[in-house]
């Protein structure tokens, strides 16, 4: 067990470091959904209230209502960041290196994964302090039962950039694939419009947008920050991060890796 905690304390630590010292990679992080919430919100504000729907009160503006879904975007983006990582790793080899130790595989990436959700929450974190000197607050218990929410969410969606690394042998290939995941997850998502507003144009376009995952975790994270628990998106998302997790594990498995080589 202390072997397994070294490794976990060496592995988010390096992670931690790295982030410092890339604080190019912090700044984007922040820049995409301040873009949104101060430019596009604003701009949207007068034609896309929000009406009353749980875990709201009353009539929302526009900006409160895509707060959740930009804390999703940060989760997102930072976990298709580390999977990058992941692939940089495997070109220069210490990533080989890393899971050649005799420690689980599974601890090992797991320990990668939870890294960069420790690093996800801190730019949420940041990104919700800003917003709030813009104005746009949410209850205070809002701010404490946001985190478990968002270690959930992050280990999802952080197994699922995991899973997309285990499928990119070449970091030249990889910005294509995370065009392929991470726009469409994020805009077939209930993270800028409700998923009503969408039935109304396209039933089947809402019926898309209720079987992304995303989808439940923006929504995992909105109740949370208002002090309520979204059972069925803690339902999805937990079903989601195992499923992407193993997915992940067979993906990393060297025996597979060697069929493929041989191939």
């Known amino acids: 067990m202390k072997a397994w905690l070294i490794a976990l304390s060496a592995i988010v630590t390096r992670e931690n470091l790295r982030f410092v010292r890339q604080r190019g990679r912090f700044l984007a992080a922040l820049v995409r959904p301040l873009v949104w919430l101060i430019v596009f919100a604003a701009g949207f504000r007068a034609a896309l209230g929000v009406s009353i729907i749980p875990p709201y009160q009353t009539y929302i503006t526009y900006e409160v209502y895509i707060l959740p879904g930009l804390c999703g975007m940060i989760q997102l983006f930072n976990g298709m ?3 990058l990582s992941l692939v940089y790793d495997q ?42 000197l813009t104005g746009i607050t949410v209850p205070p218990i809002g701010y404490v039962a946001v985190l478990p929410a968002l270690v959930i969410s992050g280990l999802m ?20 694939v995370m065009n392929f995941v991470i726009f469409p997850m994020f805009f077939l998502s209930s993270a800028l419009y409700p998923l009503w507003k ?20 923006v929504e995992l994270i909105r109740f949370a920050l ?30 597979r890796a060697m069929l493929r080589s041989k191939a």
């Open 81 to 83: 960041q580390s999977s």
């Open 91 to 132: 070109e220069m080899g210490s990533m080989r290196l890393l899971l050649t130790s005799p420690l689980p595989r599974w601890w090992l990436l797991f320990s990668k994964l939870l890294a960069g959700v420790i690093v996800s929450i801190l730019q949420v974190a940041v990104f919700l302090a800003i917003a709030a």
């Open 157 to 176: 969606l952080g197994a699922l950039g995991l899973l997309v690394s285990s499928t990119v042998r070449q970091l030249e290939n990889f910005a294509g």
């Open 198 to 217: 969408m039935a109304e144009s396209s039933p089947l376009l809402r019926d898309i947008c209720a079987l992304n995952p995303f989808t439940y975790a």
């Open 226 to 255: 208002y002090g309520e628990l979204n059972v069925t998106a803690l339902a999805w998302v937990s079903v989601c991060f195992v499923l992407f997790m193993l997915a992940a594990l067979w993906g990393y498995d060297p025996a």
